[in-house]
């Protein structure tokens, strides 16, 4: 237990002195902390909660129009706003920014909890493949339809208020750097304290049986309401963080981005193991490198790379990082061997 | 919000008669979903991605100066090897896991081909011309395109000729048998490899068929594959497996529903609304199940 302080104390010091060390990677360390963040949720429904959801992008996007809806309209009209587009007609304070910026994060963690709380009971009725496809549509759905918001920008998109004049560029990304990272190990907190509890051996129940739970006396539904408002919690404010780091909102290419965001967490989850605390922290640390590698220089083939990656990582490698590990080092995971019944496997094989 | 649509009886007709004929192609291409998920048991989300690879190769017919609707003819043959291919390559590892990793692989098919329509054929809204003319009904208060209703009539036909094929021919029945029970097909000797290869490539064959009608009715893009792999998926469940009749009719009640979603939402809520709609039917199953304390499986 000691040795594993250490070493989280030992990730939080390198993660608050990481864009020191590496300035030229600021905007890239924040990617990650909000991708580490939208991996971690995706695993509370897809790895232990076996309802694979392809609908948490919903509350991304929802956070993302939120938070930049709020910043601007707390002090200026929101329908001119939009309609000047790209051309500032109005410009924040420092003190506006910030308190904006706040309240909007607020409200952009907040609604989409609750927005997940009323839907919940009618979605997560579903199970396996119709509850994945359900959510699908849900995602494209909200797409689609803030595509035909005039007050939030239509098609043209929505540019969220640009960082105000103190420090330039490089407080820019050391402030939203700190942000998404504040998020990150708020979320991993959170996760990591309901997986010692005993709503995580719940979550795991649903998941190996489900009618079974529930006839344990489980109040399933109760409990994946609650999942799905946890998991809608933190990717709302991961949606409100990279709005504000991307500067603007497109409906369906930046906020309810299913063909990108959507698959990614999935993908990331997967990738690093689902199921697994860690896994989605590693997966998607891999994931971003490996994307970022390939995006910088196989400009245009991203999507294709993506695609052969989503169908060799499911095809071959559905276990993940941390399910190689653990049939690798089965001694680490606290699983015990009996070496007996193990050479007795063999010699049966 | 522009409820014009009620008041004229000829814009109700005309949203019907489009609507009818349009659904019956949606009716085609999940008639290829039913397919695949009753005898593979995967579901296919790049269904939509061939409806349009094969509307493209109708297209280049076009301009390469043949016909396009020659492309009913050769873009079937084509997309049945695609769709072997695709099968060869992904599907037959997908086939006997969990459904959701077929969703996921599929998934990654979609984004793949995509792409590669992208960069191949460009990201423009192309259709091909037939020049078929028009049809004037009531007045010309209802105007209905000729290739609509040829592209109807096509789609029936090979409607009808495939059912045959399945209750008559020999693979036919071995796609029934699988479907059926796949084990018992296998020890009764049927190779079922063989058998999900070819439903796979009958599946992509009948995209073919309606991309290349697509392509001549209405518009194709890179992009616009996903809309028609949940239209079809929605008519799938709302009809139940097996059940043609039911396909064929919730498919034109899709198309009429869409075409009045047009009229009434305006067109850029088009496809938010088929969406919403999928989500709508899949909660009202899920409640009407709840009551008996079911589920959907």
New interface residues.
Partial sequence: MNKNIILYIGILIFGLVAPFIFPAFKVQLSILCVLIVLALTWNIQGGEMGYNTFGNILFYGLGMYLCASVQVGMFFPLAEWTESGGEKTFVHTPAQFFQGMAVGLVVAAIIPTIIAGLIGYAILGLRGHYFAICTLGLGVAAGEISGGIEIIGAGQGFTTPPFPDVGGLEARGEFFYLLSFGALVLTFITVRAIYSTRFKLILNAIRDNEDKAEAMGIETMKYKIIGWMISAFFCGLAGGIMGGLVGYIDSTDVAFDGREMGVFMVLMAILGGKGTLWGPVIGATVFHIFKEGFWTFFLGWQYVALGVLIVVIVIYFPEGIMGWLREKYPERFGEVIDEADRKAQVELK | MDFMVFQYPMITIQACLDGILLGVLFALIAYGMALQWGVMNI?NIAQGDLVILGGYIAYFMYLYGIHPAWGVIVSPIIMYFVGVGIYKL?IN??VDRD???S???T??????????M??AFGADVVLANSGYGTTFLFDSNVVLPNSKIFSAFISILFAICLVIYMKKSKLGRAIRATAQNARAAKILGVDTEKVYAATFGINAALCGVAGALISITFTIHPYMG?PYT?RS?MIV?VAGLGNLPGVAMSGMGLGVFEEFADYIL?T??R??AV??L??LI??YR??KL?RKRE???
């Fill in positions: 579901i992904v590892k997908v459904l959701f990793i969703i996921l692989a998934f990654g098919i979609s984004i793949l081909f995509m792409q590669l992208n960069f996903l949940i998926f469940i305006g850029e809520f496809i938010g969406f919403l999928l989500v899949l909660v899920r409640f709840s589920y959907l499986k």
